[in-house]
C-alpha cells in the first residue's frame, strides 16, 4: 500500500530532479565565472579604501569602500553556499526517488 502511495510521488519528481540538476549546472558555471569580476572588484574596492585611509579621505567614504570590497569578496561564497544547499535539496530528492 505505501509503494502505491509514494509511486505518483516519484513520478512528479523526476521532472523537479532534472530542472534542479540543469539548475545546478548553470548556476555553477555562472558563479565559477563571475567570481573572477567579483574578486577583482573586491581588490580595487579594499585598496581603494587602504589609499584613502592613506589620504585622509572622511571615514564615512573609506567604510563605504571597504564593506564594498568585503560584499565582493564574499559574494561567490555566499552563492556557493546557495548552490550547495540546492544540492543537497536534490540528493534527497534522488534518495526519495530511488528508495
Avoid: C
Avoid at 509503494?3 to 549546472?25: D, E, S, W
Avoid at 567579483?38 to 571597504?66: C, D, E, K, M, R
Avoid at 561564497?77 to 543537497?88: C, R, V, Y
Amino acid at each position: 500500500m505505501k509503494k502505491l502511495l509514494k509511486l505518483p510521488l516519484r513520478i512528479a519528481t523526476l521532472p523537479l530532479i532534472a530542472i534542479l540538476l540543469v539548475f545546478q549546472l548553470i548556476s555553477s558555471i555562472i558563479v565559477g565565472l563571475t567570481s573572477i569580476a567579483t574578486n577583482l572588484l573586491a581588490t580595487v574596492f579594499l585598496i581603494g579604501s587602504v589609499a584613502g585611509w592613506i589620504a585622509n579621505a572622511p571615514s564615512g567614504l573609506i567604510f563605504q569602500t571597504a564593506g564594498l570590497g568585503i560584499f565582493f569578496a564574499f559574494a561567490p561564497h555566499i552563492a556557493g553556499w546557495l548552490l550547495e544547499k540546492a544540492t543537497d535539496f536534490t540528493l534527497v530528492l534522488l534518495d526519495f526517488l530511488l528508495i
